[in-house]
C-alpha cells in the first residue's frame, strides 16, 4: 500500500482543498489555482507510469488515481462555477457525464464487485478537459484573452471524447454485467 506511485495520487488529492482555496478563498486567486489544477492534471501519468515502471501496481493505487482525477475536475466545475470563471454550459456538461458515469460505476460495483478498465482515449479526454478547466481559469473567464480561446479549442473535443468514452463505458457496463449474471446462472 505505500508505494510512491501511491504516494503522487495521494499528494494529487491532497492538492485539491489547496486548489479550492486559491479558486474561492480570500484573495480571488484563478489563475493561481488555474496553474494548481495544470499541475495536478499533467501530473496524472506519473502514478501509472511508476506503478507499471516499479513493479508496484497495488488495488489501492488502481482507486486513488481515478480518484485524484475525479476529484480534481469535480474541484474544478464546481468551484468554477462559484467563482464564475468557468463557461456554464461546459460545467454542466461535464456534471452530467460525471454524474452518468459515477452513477453507473456505482452500480456495476455493486452488482458485480469488478470495475470497468480504463480507456486510453478516456485518458486524452480528461487530459484535454484538465487543460480546458485549467485555461479557463488561467485566462480567468476575459473573453478576449487568447487562453480562453485555447480553452474552448481543447474543451470542446474534450468533452465530445468525454462523452463518447461514456457510450464505450455504457456498452462495457452491460456486456460486464451479462457476463456477470451468465457466470452467476453457471455457478
Do not use: C
Not at 154 to 176: E, K, M, N
Amino acid at each position: 500500500m505505500l508505494t510512491i506511485p501511491n504516494l503522487v495520487s495521494f499528494v494529487r488529492l491532497l492538492l485539491v482543498p489547496l486548489f479550492l482555496w486559491l479558486l474561492l478563498g480570500p484573495p480571488d486567486n484563478a489563475a493561481a489555482a488555474g496553474w494548481l489544477l495544470g499541475i495536478i492534471g499533467s501530473t496524472d501519468w506519473i502514478d501509472g507510469y511508476l506503478a507499471r515502471k516499479l513493479d508496484q501496481v497495488t488495488e489501492l493505487g488502481k482507486l486513488l488515481d481515478p480518484l485524484a482525477d475525479r476529484f480534481a475536475v469535480g474541484a474544478a466545475v464546481v468551484g468554477g462555477l462559484i467563482s464564475g470563471d468557468l463557461p456554464a454550459w461546459f460545467a454542466v456538461a461535464i456534471i452530467v457525464r460525471e454524474g452518468i458515469i459515477g452513477v453507473g460505476a456505482l452500480v456495476i460495483g455493486i452488482k458485480t464487485r469488478m470495475k470497468l478498465e480504463v480507456r486510453r482515449l478516456g485518458k486524452l479526454a480528461t487530459l484535454l478537459v484538465y487543460a480546458a478547466l485549467a485555461w479557463f481559469l488561467i485566462g480567468e473567464g476575459t473573453p478576449f484573452d487568447p487562453l480562453v480561446w485555447a480553452a474552448y479549442a481543447v474543451g470542446i473535443p474534450g468533452l465530445v471524447l468525454y462523452y463518447g468514452v461514456g457510450a464505450q463505458y455504457f456498452a462495457d457496463a452491460r456486456r460486464l454485467v451479462a457476463g456477470h449474471g451468465d457466470d452467476r446462472a453457471a455457478g
